[in-house]
């Protein structure tokens, strides 16, 4: 995380995007959403139209999305507040990323169920792809962030690679989703346990196994 | 140098009492960069007088009779560190090696510092100091 | 008024009050690093926890913590010994251990609570967080590794300043204090943030390295740099005043400084006046005290003598000089530099009257001619308080940057006389409207206009002017101003004109008379003058200053003036032995008596009185406004000299990127 920094303010970077605005579509949403705040709290819709800018530049850069410098301060005159506000709010976040990334954005979740998992696993089946945390292969294709929970515990070890999640992963799983995305193609999202289908136990229920067919009580046994 | 300084002054060079007691009883094993004349005597100190068995040795200064002439080989010869003389010893001097100056303090060559008034009296900035205003500035 | 309980000890605190504020009440040191008592509360730096019943079993953070009624607070118990040694030992798990090489080492909030409550060694063994360095200008020097995340600065700079630029980016260990993109800090108080900031990471850059603060003499004094006469101290140490910094004064500066007022000092060493010169043959040439008298004498002005006086002087100085041209039997005294001739009759009429203070709770505000950012940032922190409670600002001049709401209404002063609707509406159902004539405003003869405005109210006087000189009441109330300014000065061709530091006049209208400048700076008045005489600066010599709002202030003399110079009074009191007049005192103490004794005010320290304000004449004010400071870091012969000042006016206002050189 220490290693984030904004990419330099530069004046290529003032030339590709000083002139960003909202595609029709987006001036619409983010009209919408900072409708959603009372008079006077405007500002309060500085973390949803980050995430709309993103998005915009993703859509314009065939990536994830990322903010830069111009595009920060776009936010901010949209708000009509201090730059630096905004600024420190995309810093905070590391879902805002505010250094360009690749074609995919592969975040490897390594917090302690999924590392209990064999998260580590994941990272080296990247790492031997030649990505490094941290940064975009050179191909542009794929970014790797180490990024903390994601809330699939249940599923873990999971990766989530854009906007999509991938879990019940081992490397050779991994593997099939990364070279099926590299050929252009879309895997099925969620767990890749051919067993499960959600978070469902695998095989049979372990835990209150006398609930499947009766709404048994408990209370007695403890 | 004349004669009679030679008689009656010792601070230049050896007196002529030295330089006879020399010629007869020593011998010269070499000079240095600067002249100065290294002797030591034909015989060793006799026993029972301090000292005895070792050698004498002395030196003749080119110029004036200042010890800072004698150059570090031959100073150390001159003390009895080491036995030979130094050309018999030493490696050959390397080019980075500075010749020898003797001591130059309380003379007109003598090192002095830049806050020196000698060498233009630049001192270090101080707390007070300040520039004062001139019309042409 | 809840009753609490501190340490066993039973007291009432007001309404509102927080725990920690109730715990100060009752005399118990609580340490504390973010909390400030003018800024808003953070809550983030944890070292002010104190154990209060009834609450949850653990320390709480006094600071955020309203006292209500029946607490029982310990700040002596061992939870909370424990509690600040283990927020101690967290602080310094990231600091460097850098003190002896450190600025603020001897006046740092944390080395004091380190020995104070901190543990005796340390237990951290792991690698420690670096940080780079983050430009912030030329004032402010950072060492980041240092920072403890207090977030003062940042607090300061939305809340006081009003110029959002400095903010924490990241998060957790990563989290960086920086200005936008790095780019200077470029408002007039940015230096403030050094005295907020509780450890060294922002220091003071031109103080770098040069004095520990136990070997600096400390001397009251009051800043000249404007008109709002900001108590100072001046930290000197043998003949050199390394630093100024504020001192509290809630009336007049709360505890803030503006950039100029604390960074000229370095002008002080520069471009100074240390011996006497003699214009002969059109070229000055080095000359003795003697011989400039017997110049001096040789004009014979007798009555013909004429006394203009600075921006910078004190009262004694301009007092001395009317003594001296009194005894020579003339009046003619000015201190209106730039030409302004408002009438004086009346001093209630040229004041600010709503006191510095009371501008704050001012609901109305009409601005005339006055670019208050630049004229006086310290009253525009007080407008800025005042839009935060909800007062509504107007301006009649050019747009400048304001740091709050505030609509402008035009550029010429003729707007005063027809203002729009809803700004006469606002100031008549104000229940403490204002008025603030600037210097611009007076100069297009505004003043008639703006007394005419209903602004006064029952124990509330809205009219106010705001001048730039520190001199300047302090001459007002001594006599200096002629009825048509310094025109009438130039029309009554004196022989002799003695210069007091004056250096904004336009010299040309006194070719035909001997100009002796008596001050400490070489700039434009040295240039003019056929006579130099050099004298002491404000913080060589004892003074008396009164502010804009009429408020008499004393300096104290912190070091010796440099080379030849004298002070300024014992210069005039050689003069009138020279022309063989008496004046009637010898040494400092018998001048200030006399002119305690002529004007009662200038003894008395506080707000002056100056009466009823009086009717509005019938001047029209007209033409364009234009705001006399072109350059807000160099307005007076100090700031000129000053290196600091000249490259913040180079880097901050004309833009040159001086970064880079400076490192």
């Not at chain 1, 080296?124 to 940064?135: E, F």
């Not at chain 1, 929970?149 to 990364?178: F, K, W």
């Not at chain 3, 100009?515 to 002491?536: E, M, N, R, S, T």
């Not at chain 3, 000299?641 to 001086?658: K, N």
Request: with cysteine; aromatic share 8%.
């Amino acid at each position: 995380m220490a290693d984030r920094a904004p990419h330099p303010d530069t004046l290529e970077l003032r030339e590709r995007w000083g002139s960003f605005a909202w595609t029709p579509a987006n001036a619409e949403e983010a009209k919408k959403i900072v409708a959603r705040y009372p008079e006077g709290r405007q500002r309060s819709a500085v973390m949803p139209l980050l995430f709309l800018a993103q998005y915009q530049v993703g859509a314009e850069t065939n990536t994830q999305g990322w903010l830069p410098i111009p595009v920060i301060e776009f936010v901010a005159r949209e708000l009509d507040m201090p730059v630096i506000r905004v600024l420190e709010v995309a810093t905070f976040y590391t879902m805002y990323n505010i250094a360009p990334v690749g074609r995919f954005h592969v975040q490897v979740c390594g917090t302690t169920p999924c590392m209990l998992r064999g998260s580590d696993d994941l990272l080296a089946a990247c790492k031997k792809r030649g990505m490094a945390k941290g940064h975009t292969t050179d191909d542009g294709l794929w970014t790797l962030t180490e990024v903390e929970c994601m809330g699939n515990c249940a599923s873990a070890p999971m990766v989530q690679i854009n906007d999509a999640n991938y879990e019940d992963l081992t490397p050779e799983r991994l593997d099939h989703v990364l070279d099926e995305l590299a050929a252009g193609r879309f895997p099925k999202e969620g767990t890749q346990d051919p067993a499960r289908h959600t978070v469902e136990p695998v095989g049979e229920p372990t835990n209150l196994a006398a609930m499947m067919t009766e709404n048994h009580d408990y209370r007695g046994e403890w | 140098m004349g004669f009679f300084s030679k008689i009656f002054t010792w601070w230049d060079g050896a007196t002529i009492g030295t330089s006879l007691w020399s010629a007869l009883n020593g011998e010269q094993v070499g000079t240095d960069l600067a002249g100065n004349r290294y002797f030591r005597a034909k015989k060793r100190v006799k026993a029972g007088q301090p000292f005895a068995g070792s050698e004498r040795r002395w030196v003749i200064y080119a110029g004036a009779n200042d010890a800072s002439n004698v150059p570090a080989e031959w100073h150390g010869w001159l003390h009895g560190s080491v036995d030979g003389v130094p050309e018999s010893r030493l490696p050959p001097p390397r080019v980075w090696e500075a010749d020898h100056t003797p001591n130059a303090t309380g003379t007109a060559t003598a090192y002095r510092p830049q806050g020196a008034l000698e060498r233009g009296g630049r001192r270090a900035a101080a707390s007070g100091d300040y520039e004062a205003w001139s019309p042409d500035a | 008024m809840p009753k609490v309980t501190i340490d066993g000890e039973q007291i009432e605190v007001p309404d509102g009050a927080t725990v920690l504020q109730a715990c100060e009440l009752a005399g118990k040191e609580i340490p504390r690093f973010c909390y400030h008592e003018r800024l808003s509360i953070a809550g983030n730096c944890r070292m002010c926890l104190v154990e209060v019943k009834p609450g949850p079993p653990k320390p709480q953070a006094s600071c955020a913590l309203p006292a209500a009624e029946g607490q029982e607070i310990r700040t002596d118990s061992q939870m909370v010994k424990l509690a600040r040694e283990g927020v101690m030992e967290f602080l310094l798990i990231n600091h460097p251990l850098d003190c002896p090489i450190c600025d603020q080492g001897g006046e740092c909030d944390l080395q004091d609570q380190s020995v104070a409550y901190g543990r005796g060694g340390t237990r951290y063994y792991e690698n420690k967080r670096a940080v780079t360095e983050k430009y912030m200008g030329p004032l402010i020097k950072t060492v980041m590794t240092r920072c403890i995340h207090c977030t003062r600065c940042v607090r300061f700079s939305e809340e006081i300043a009003g110029v959002d630029e400095i903010g924490a980016l990241y998060r957790g260990e990563s989290m960086q204090i920086t200005t936008y993109l790095e780019k200077a800090a470029a408002h007039e108080l940015s230096a403030n943030v050094i005295d907020l900031c509780p450890v060294g990471a922002l220091t003071s850059r031109p103080y770098a390295f040069e004095a520990r603060p136990w070997e600096l003499k400390k001397t009251l004094s009051i800043d000249v740099s404007d008109a709002v006469g900001a108590n100072i101290r001046l930290d000197s140490r043998g003949r050199e005043v390394l630093r100024a910094l504020p001192r509290i004064n809630d009336d007049v500066n709360e505890e803030w400084l503006s950039d100029k007022g604390r960074y000229m000092v370095d002008g002080l060493t520069r471009r100074r006046l240390d011996k006497v010169w003699i214009r002969k043959g059109g070229k000055l040439q080095a000359a003795t005290w003697l011989d400039a008298f017997a110049a001096i004498k040789r004009a014979k002005p007798g009555a013909s003598i004429a006394a203009i006086a600075g921006d910078v002087v004190d009262c004694e100085t301009m007092f001395a000089a009317k003594t001296l041209l009194g005894a020579m039997g003339s009046t003619l005294l000015e201190g209106r530099q730039t030409g302004m001739s408002y009438p004086t009759g009346n001093l209630a009429a040229v004041n600010f009257n709503s006191t510095l203070a009371g501008i704050e709770t001012a609901d109305a505000i009409l601005i005339v001619g006055s670019h208050v950012r630049w004229e006086a940032p310290l009253v525009n922190v007080r407008l800025r308080k005042a839009v935060k409670r909800g007062a509504k600002v107007f301006v009649v001049g050019p747009h400048w940057e304001t740091t709050f709401p505030a609509e402008f209404l035009g550029d010429d002063a003729a707007v005063v006389h027809e203002l729009p609707g809803h700004v006469t509406e606002a100031l008549a159902k104000a229940e403490r409207p204002a008025v603030i004539v600037g210097g611009a405003g007076l100069a297009a003869g505004v003043l008639d206009a703006a007394l005419a405005l209903d602004v006064q109210r029952d124990g509330w006087n809205g009219f106010n002017v705001l001048h730039m000189a520190a001199s300047r009441m302090g001459g007002l109330m001594l006599g200096f101003a002629q009825k048509g300014g310094i025109a009438d000065i130039a029309r009554a061709e004196p022989k002799v004109v003695l210069a007091l530091g004056a250096d904004e006049v336009d010299w040309s209208q006194f070719a035909g008379s001997l100009k002796v400048y008596i001050g400490h700076h070489g700039d434009k008045g040295a240039h003019a003058a056929d006579i130099i005489l050099p004298a002491a600066a404000y913080s060589e010599k004892d003074g008396t200053y009164v502010n804009t709002e009429g408020r008499v202030q004393f300096a104290e003399k912190a070091v010796f003036a440099p080379g030849d110079a004298r002070e300024d009074w014992t210069i005039l009191r050689a003069l009138a032995d020279a022309f063989g007049v008496r004046v009637g005192f010898d040494s400092l103490a018998e001048l200030q008596a006399k002119m305690i004794s002529e004007v009662p005010a200038l003894g008395v320290e506080g707000l002056a009185s100056y009466g009823k304000l009086p009717k509005a004449g019938k001047t029209k004010a007209k033409g364009a406004i234009r705001y006399p400071i072109q350059d807000f870091y160099l307005t007076n012969p100090i700031a000129r000299a000053s290196v600091v000042m000249q490259r913040c006016s180079a880097e901050l206002l004309h833009g040159e990127d001086l970064a880079e050189a400076a490192e």
